[in-house]
Structure formats: structure tokens, C-alpha cells
């Protein structure tokens, strides 16, 4: 049962142009939300994060928005630079108890110059 | 400098072999995590450590097991045990517990069973 969905696997932007990545969660527990960012081989780097008592968040390039009702955040990047092509992870925790980061699947970003 | 090491950044492993992969951090932190990655799977829970001398099992701990002697220290070991054992595997800590933290990963090891 996944718990953190990330459908589209992978998505492909023009430089200079924006990067949308969606995730999806279903358990109504979690209240902290975190994407990173990984390169082959590597490990993951956070990237930014935000509490659910927040609906919007923002750092530099990157904004991650929350929409409790539906169960979604959404990591904008504008504008994409071709640098920024690596796969996203979107990571939940909260849960019963005291339980670790959740991931989704990943979503594959190419930025193409 | 403060951060996780992996070791080794590549291991290759017989079949029916045991292998323990390395895992320290220099961050002070309370727990510590193993991930492991596989294509197209995201990061899956393998074992989890709050406090010294304690963990729990992840949502994969079949084949695997953990020790936690030292807060800076978290090993690995796959055993002959886990049927597919080739994959890219992750450790991370956070700081003060589990909940609502950002976790720091270590650079990786890739397992390959040769």
C-alpha cells in the first residue's frame, strides 16, 4: 500500500521554463512534507520542505504548495536550468507514532537547454 | 566536516555470502535509517534506530539485519538470506528522533551479487 505516490515517473522541460512535480499521499497523519533531490550514485539532497500548517512554501527557485483537502503538494522550479535534471523524491512523515520518512517513487526531471 | 560515510561505494558479493555495509555519521544524531533503492521503486525502509542498542524493522527487513553499538555507527549486514540483494543502498540520520525532521543521506552503496 503505498502511502506516497508520485505518478508521473519522469517529465521533461524546456530551460528558462517551469518544472511542476506532483505527489499525492494518502494518509491524512501526515503533517510534514520534504522533496529531494538525487543525482546517479548519490545519495539524495533535501531540497525544501513544509509543515501542514503551511500552504506554501518558497526558496529561491523552488516552491512546494500543499493542498490538505486533496492530499497533494505540488515543487515548483522556475526557472529550470538544465542543472536542476536529476530525480525528485517527495518524502511525507507524521504516521502512527514515531515512524520515518515516507517516499514516493520518484520523478525523473530532464531540462533540456 | 560534518556528515554520513558509506563504505564501501561498491561491494560485489557471492552468492550465499554475508556482507556488511558500513554506516557513520559525525552529526550527533539520534537516529539513524538504512533505505534501499531499486529502479523505478523510490526509497523502501529497510531498518530503523532511535537510540543506541535499539532498532526496528522497516517496511523490507527480511535478509537483513542492523546493530547499533555506538550513536555514530549503524552497520548492515545482508545476508544470504535476501533473495535480491543487488540494489542501491542508503543510509540517513536525523537529528533528536524521527518525527518532522529533515533526514541526511550518506552518499551510497551499490551491492552487486556476482
Known amino acids: 500500500d503505498q502511502q506516497v505516490k508520485q505518478n508521473s515517473p519522469s517529465l521533461s522541460v524546456q530551460e528558462g521554463r517551469i518544472s511542476i512535480l506532483n505527489c499525492d499521499y494518502t494518509n491524512s497523519m501526515f503533517d510534514y512534507f520534504l522533496w529531494y533531490k538525487k543525482y546517479p550514485a548519490e545519495g539524495p539532497t533535501f531540497l525544501i520542505s513544509?509543515?501542514?500548517?503551511?500552504d506554501k512554501n518558497e526558496d529561491g527557485r523552488f516552491t512546494v504548495f500543499l493542498n490538505k483537502s486533496a492530499k497533494h503538494l505540488s515543487l515548483h522550479i522556475v526557472p529550470s536550468q538544465p542543472g536542476d535534471s536529476a530525480v525528485y523524491f517527495c518524502?511525507?512523515?507524521?504516521?502512527?507514532?514515531?515512524?520515518?520518512?515516507?517516499f514516493g517513487k520518484g520523478t525523473r526531471l530532464s531540462v533540456i537547454a | 566536516d560534518g556528515g554520513i560515510t558509506q563504505s564501501p561505494k561498491y561491494l560485489f558479493r557471492k552468492e550465499g555470502q554475508n556482507v556488511t555495509l558500513s554506516c557513520e555519521q559525525n552529526?550527533?544524531?539520534?537516529?539513524m535509517y538504512w533505505y534501499r533503492q531499486d529502479p523505478g521503486q523510490g526509497l523502501r525502509l529497510i531498518y530503523y534506530?532511535?537510540?543506541?542498542?535499539?532498532?526496528q524493522k522497516g517496511d523490507i527487513a527480511e535478509g537483513y539485519s542492523v546493530s547499533r553499538e555506538k550513536k555514530e555507527s549503524f552497520p548492515l549486514t545482508v545476508t544470504s538470506a535476501q533473495k535480491n540483494p543487488t540494489a542501491f543502498y542508503l543510509c540517513?540520520?536525523?537529528?533528536?528522533?524521527?518525527?518532522?525532521?529533515?533526514?541526511?543521506f550518506g552518499q551510497g552503496t551499490r551491492l552487486t551479487v556476482v
Open positions: 534506530s532511535q537510540i543506541v542498542n535499539d532498532f
Open positions: 552529526l550527533n544524531h539520534d537516529a
Open positions: 540517513a540520520s536525523t537529528p533528536g528522533g524521527v518525527r518532522n525532521t529533515e533526514a541526511f
Open positions: 518524502a511525507a512523515s507524521g504516521g502512527s507514532g514515531n515512524t520515518p520518512l515516507v
Open positions: 513544509i509543515s501542514s500548517i503551511k
